[in-house]
């Protein structure tokens, strides 16, 4: 495989492997596994290869995919072709996205279709519809975790449906290179938080209802329907969005009325919100347990992930998923063995704890790894979400972007800092484009966002913090 064109690395597109981002430290090399899916073996093979041909630093981002950053136009050839030749990613070359779906890591099946996940799998392949899956299909058949019942909550099969909507969403031509399908299982581990083009929510056994653009909700509908259905409606965004491609980008551009169109289903109303999920530390999956590590703000090295994965490795673990909470999910493993390795990842500073502050931080690479920020974002991330501890641990959210480009949340969050000449602007309850309330340097920022201080007074008055007790 050759190394892109200089097109195809102009600012602004979305990463993969085939097709990295120009950064300030190199290039951005994004990895698709097949299905999301890894074994300990994998993710040491990657993490060797993130030292061989990049900078040593590994992220996941906040979709689930994992990125190696400090890759040179000299490494990237044989980077991809290694890749490539030893199935660790699944690429194709068109411009629509490598990865359409998000599920939920624990995500774990009923046990009447336990087994599905694999067959759906394998007969996606044999019928022509996914061949991108078909390794995966090779490997789940000799190496899987312990069967299991469903975990609390889950009500369908959200991996098979996330296979069936990838091989569905490969046939549709013109679908925007960001466009997300987001399949929440109705399980404990609610994906509620992240924004998606479509949304589908499982409701009751066997059952789904499906927003448009989290605005437009239609169905109910049985699982074996929804994939069919949301192929209809993405073939028809696709065809509307060629219409005006550079108006619509994204789902959310369009009116009520034109969402409505996209579908036959009927309109419901929304289901109702569930509490926010546990996002790090020991889950029960039936009758195996699963490990959720954390990378602070989403970047470790990769000797701490060589280390982590052949932890796992020693204590059998057959299955690694990519956590769109910027981490890792050990599964099939039972409770002592979790233990361990949560124990291990605690000690080389990796996330064990769901009130982890840095949870709740989104933070980008900031200068100088990338030659667009304006501010040191991910050195300080780390003193910030120190200071907004009290904040952070009742869940509030914190952004710090390097610029207003503003790509490690698009979203609003509680407090928002955008760098600006070595600076940050300060925006509390929006995005990084909403109107500042102060531009500071770090050290009046840290002062004044403590008690007693101005910007710890406007977050109280904001609703973002809690105010003094009577």
Not at 69 to 86: D, F, M, N, Y
Request: hydrophobic share 45%; charged share 20%; with cysteine.
């Amino acid at each position: 495989m050759n190394a892109s064109s200089p097109e195809a690395l102009r600012r602004g597109w979305c990463p993969s492997t085939l097709k990295p981002m120009e950064t300030g430290d190199g290039w951005l090399v994004r990895l698709h596994p097949p299905g999301a899916w890894l074994t300990p073996a994998q993710l040491r093979r990657i993490a060797a290869l993130a030292g061989q041909h990049g900078s040593g630093l590994v992220e996941i981002s906040a979709r689930g995919n994992m990125q190696l950053r400090g890759v040179t136009a000299q490494s990237h050839p044989e980077l991809v072709a290694t890749l490539l030749a030893e199935r660790l990613v699944d690429e194709h070359e068109g411009d629509g996205p490598q990865r359409l779906t998000l599920v939920s890591p624990l995500s774990n099946p009923p046990r009447h279709c336990e087994e599905r996940s694999d067959e759906a799998i394998h007969g996606a392949a044999l019928d022509g519809r996914l061949d991108c899956f078909a390794s995966l299909a090779m490997t789940r058949s000799s190496v899987k975790p312990p069967s299991s019942p469903a975990g609390p909550g889950d009500l369908i099969d959200a991996l098979a449906l996330a296979a069936e909507i990838e091989a569905r969403g490969r046939e549709v031509v013109g679908l925007p290179a960001k466009f997300a399908v987001v399949i929440d299982g109705g399980g404990e581990s609610s994906l509620e938080a992240f924004a998606g083009d479509l949304r589908m929510v499982a409701t009751a056994p066997g059952r789904v209802v499906i927003a448009l653009a989290d605005r437009f909700w239609f169905g109910p509908l049985a699982e074996s329907e929804a994939g069919a259905a949301v192929a209809q409606t993405m073939a028809r965004f696709a065809a509307r969005r060629a219409q005006a491609p550079d108006v619509l980008r994204r789902m959310d551009d369009l009116g009520a009325a034109e969402l409505a169109a996209l579908c036959d289903w009927p309109a419901t109303e929304p289901p109702p919100p569930r509490p926010a999920p546990r996002r790090a530390g020991l889950f029960a999956l039936g009758d195996h347990h699963a490990a959720l590590v954390g990378l602070p703000f989403g970047r470790a090295e990769a000797a701490t992930l060589d280390r982590l994965a052949r932890a796992a490795e020693t204590r059998g673990c057959p299955e690694i998923r990519l956590s769109p909470w910027r981490g890792i999910a050990f599964r099939g493993l039972s409770q002592p063995d979790a233990m361990v390795l949560l124990d291990g990842a605690a000690a080389d500073g990796l996330i064990i704890r769901d009130d982890d502050p840095r949870l709740s931080v989104q933070a980008c690479a900031g200068a100088p790894a990338c030659s667009r920020a304006e501010a040191p974002a991910m050195t300080d991330a780390a003193p910030l979400s120190q200071a907004l501890e009290p904040l952070l641990a009742e869940g509030r959210t914190l952004h710090v972007s390097g610029c207003v480009k503003s790509c490690a949340r698009p979203a609003a969050s509680d407090l928002t800092l955008v760098g600006e000449g070595g600076r940050y602007r300060i925006v509390i309850g929006g995005s990084a484009r909403d109107s500042a309330v102060a531009t500071l340097d770090l050290s009046a920022l840290l002062t004044r966002l403590q008690p007693g201080q101005d910007l710890h007074a406007r977050l109280i008055a904001a609703g973002r913090l809690p105010g003094p007790t009577a």
